[in-house]
C-alpha cells in the first residue's frame, strides 16, 4: 500500500493526525527533499527506509514502491503542503494504477493557507474579492496559454501565486500587464510559511521585485496579491444583525 500524504506548510504540528499516523507506521518514506520538515521524519520508526525524491526521477520512484509493495510493505510518499497543488502525483498514481498497487491520498495543509495565516490575512472579502487564483509564471515549465499570469491578472482577484519567486521582475512585470492591478495595489512575499525561519514582506505590485531583492528571497516563497491586503471592505452579511438566515431572524434598523 502506498499512502500519499500531505505533510502541510512546514511546522511539523500541522500535519494532519492521520498523516502523522501514517508516518509512524510506515516502513517507507519518500519525501520531497528540502520542501518538507525533515523534523516530521522523526516520527519514523527506527527501521523505516528514507528516501529524498529531489535526489530521484519518476521513475526511481516507482521503483521503490513497487519493491516495498512485492515484499508486502507500506510506503508513504510525503508531499509538501496538499499534494494537489504542484504536487506532481497524478503521474505517479496513473503508473500505480497501471500496475495495480493500491495506494489513499491524505489532504494537507496548504502553503497558501500558511502564508495567510502568517499575514493575518483573509483571501475573500465583501465587495474586494470572492475569487482566489492559485497559479505560478511559466519558466522552464510552461503553462497553458490561455493561462499566462497577465491575462489571469486581468481578473483583478486575489492571487496566490507559487514556484515563481526566482522569476520575480517577470511577475511584477506581468501583474502589471493585466490592467486590474496597479503601482499601488497591496502585496505581499511569504517566505517559508509556518517554519521557524518564517519571514514576510508587504509591499506593492510596483515594488514587488525590489522589495523582494531587498529582503533577500530567492526561494521558497509565496507571491500574494490583491485588495484583501488593504484595509477596505464590507463586514459579512452572515453575521449582520439585521440579515436573515436560516437560524436566526434579521433585527430592523
Not at 137 to 166: C, D, N, Q, W, Y
Request: negative net charge; hydrophobic residues 40%; proline residues 5%.
Amino acid at each position: 500500500m502506498v499512502h500519499f500524504v500531505g505533510a502541510g506548510p512546514g511546522a511539523p504540528d500541522l500535519i494532519t493526525r492521520r498523516g502523522a499516523a501514517l508516518l509512524q507506521q510506515a516502513d517507507c518514506i519518500i519525501y520531497a527533499g528540502s520542501l518538507v520538515n525533515p523534523a516530521l521524519l522523526g516520527l519514523a520508526k527506527p527501521e523505516c527506509i528514507i528516501y529524498n525524491s529531489a535526489e530521484m526521477t519518476l521513475e526511481q520512484v516507482l521503483a521503490v514502491m513497487r519493491q516495498m509493495e512485492a515484499e508486502g510493505k507500506t510506503t508513504v510518499r510525503l508531499h509538501t503542503g496538499d499534494p494537489c497543488l504542484y504536487g506532481a502525483i497524478r503521474e505517479q498514481m496513473d503508473a500505480l494504477d497501471a500496475d495495480g498497487i493500491s495506494y489513499d491520498d491524505t489532504p494537507g495543509v496548504s502553503s497558501f493557507c500558511g502564508a495567510a495565516a502568517a499575514l493575518n490575512a483573509e483571501y475573500t472579502l465583501p465587495t474586494v474579492s470572492q475569487t482566489v487564483i492559485i497559479t505560478r509564471m511559466e519558466g522552464r515549465t510552461p503553462v497553458p496559454e490561455k493561462e499566462k499570469l497577465a491575462s489571469l491578472a486581468a481578473h483583478g482577484a486575489t492571487m496566490v501565486i507559487f514556484l515563481s519567486i526566482g522569476l520575480i521582475d517577470k511577475v511584477q512585470e506581468a501583474l502589471l500587464q493585466g490592467g486590474a492591478y496597479h503601482e499601488s495595489t497591496p502585496a505581499a512575499v511569504v517566505y517559508k510559511a509556518s517554519w521557524p525561519e518564517e519571514k514576510t514582506v508587504r509591499c506593492t505590485v510596483g515594488t514587488l521585485a525590489s522589495s523582494t531583492r531587498a529582503a533577500g528571497i530567492t526561494k521558497t516563497a509565496l507571491i500574494v496579491v490583491g485588495d484583501f491586503l488593504g484595509t477596505q471592505y464590507e463586514r459579512s452579511k452572515l453575521y449582520d444583525p439585521t440579515f436573515t438566515t436560516e437560524f436566526r431572524k434579521g433585527e430592523s434598523v
